[in-house]
C-alpha cells in the first residue's frame, strides 16, 4: 500500500511539473506575432487595469448628469401640548406635524454639461486605453522581431563557427605539408573561440529578451516560448506616404485623442463656470398633519444669491487658462508625434536600403571575394590574415542584413503605435 502512495505521489508532482499548455497538447506560443498579440490583450494586467478604469469613467457619465436625491425633513411641533402631557413623538398627539420633501434643481443646462464634461473624460480614459494597448503591442512586436534577430544571429555565429572549423583543418592540412606557419592554425582556433564566446552572449540576451516577452503576457519569466517563424514584411512604400500618414496620425493617434478629449471637457468645464453666475434652486412641499387630520399645505421655493462676483470671475479666468492650456498640450503633443513619424519613416526607409543592398550587392560580393581567397591561400598564394578578412566580410554582410530587417521592424512597429492601427 505504501508503495502505491509512493508511487501515485511521485505521478502527482510529474503531472504539476509538466505546463498545463503540454499536458494539453497546446502549442507553445512564440512562433506567430498574432498569437503573442492575442495573448497579451487578454492577460497583461496593466492594458487590464486601463480598460477597467475606462469601464468606470464611462460609469460616471450618467450619475454626473441626474438630479440630487431629494430631502425629506419631519418637525414636530408642541410635543407636550402646552404642557398638557408627556414629550411625544406620535403624529396625532402632538400639537401638529409638518412633513417637507425638498429637491435641490440646478440652473437649466447645468446638468448638461456636467454629462459633458463626465462623457469627453470617459473618451480620455478609452483613448489612455487604446494608447496602453499600442505600447503594449509595439513592445511585443519589437520583441518578437529581436528574437528573430538574435535566432538568425545565432544560426550565423554557428555558420562561421562550422566554417572556421573547415578552415583550421585546410590551414593544419597545409601545416603538415610545410605549406603554412603554425600561426594560421592557432588563429583558426582563436576565432572559434571567439565564435563560441559569441555565441554564449547571444543566448544570454535571447533568455533576457524571453522574460521580457514572457512579462509583458503575464507568464512566468522562465517559461518556454516557441521560436519564432518568420518576420512580417514590410509594408509596400505607396503606403508609407509622409502626407498621407500625417493626417493617419492626427485623426486616429491616441495621444492626440486624449489631449482632444481634454480640450473639449474644458470647454464644457468652462461653459459651467459661466452658468454658475444664475442661481440655483430648492423646491419643497410641505403637509402639516393636526391630529388625524391635513389640512394645511405649504409651498416653498429657495434659491442661493450668487453675491460673489469676484470669485466667479476669478474662476472663469482659470477656467479660461485651464482651455488654453488644453489646446497647447494638444499642439504640443501633435508635434512631437509628427516629429517621431519623419524620424521612423527616414528610419525605416534606410533599413529597406541597407537590407537590399546587403543582399543584393555586399552579400555576393563578399561571397566571391571569400571564394577566391579560399582558393588562392590553398594555392599558396595568399596568407591566412586576407583569408580571415575575407570571412569576417561574409559575416558583416550577413549581420548587417539581418541587423537591417530587425531595424525595419522595430521601426514599422513604432509607426503602427503612432497610427493607432497596423498598416
Known sequence: MQHVLRAGAIAAVLVMAVPAGVLAGEALPGASLQTLLELAQASNPEYTSMRFEAQAAAERVKPAGALMDPKFRIEWMDITKMGEQNPTLWPSDVGSTKYTLMQDIPWFGKRDLKRDIAHFDAEGSQGKALGTWLELAARVKTLQAQRYYLRGNKELTQEILDLMARLEQVAQSRYAGGLAAQQD????QVEQTNMRNELVMIESESLQVDARLNALLARPAMAALAAPESLRPLPAQSLLDAAKLEERVRNRNPQLFVEEAR??????????TYKNRYPDFTLSISPTQTQTNVKEWGLMLEVNIPLQQSSRRAMEREAEAMLSAAR??????????????????????????????????LLPQADLTFSSAMASYENGKLDFATLLDAQRQIRQAKQSRIKAQFEGQMR????????????
Open 328 to 361: 497647447a498640450r494638444k499642439e504640443a503633443a501633435a508635434n512631437q508625434v509628427l516629429a517621431e513619424l519623419a524620424q521612423n519613416l527616414a528610419a525605416i526607409e534606410a533599413a529597406r536600403r541597407t537590407e537590399l543592398l546587403a543582399s543584393s550587392s
Open 185 to 188: 592554425v592557432i588563429r583558426a
Open 412 to 423: 514599422l512597429a513604432e509607426i503602427e503605435k503612432l497610427l493607432g492601427e497596423d498598416l
Open 263 to 272: 480640450i473639449q471637457a474644458a470647454q464644457k468645464s468652462r461653459d459651467l
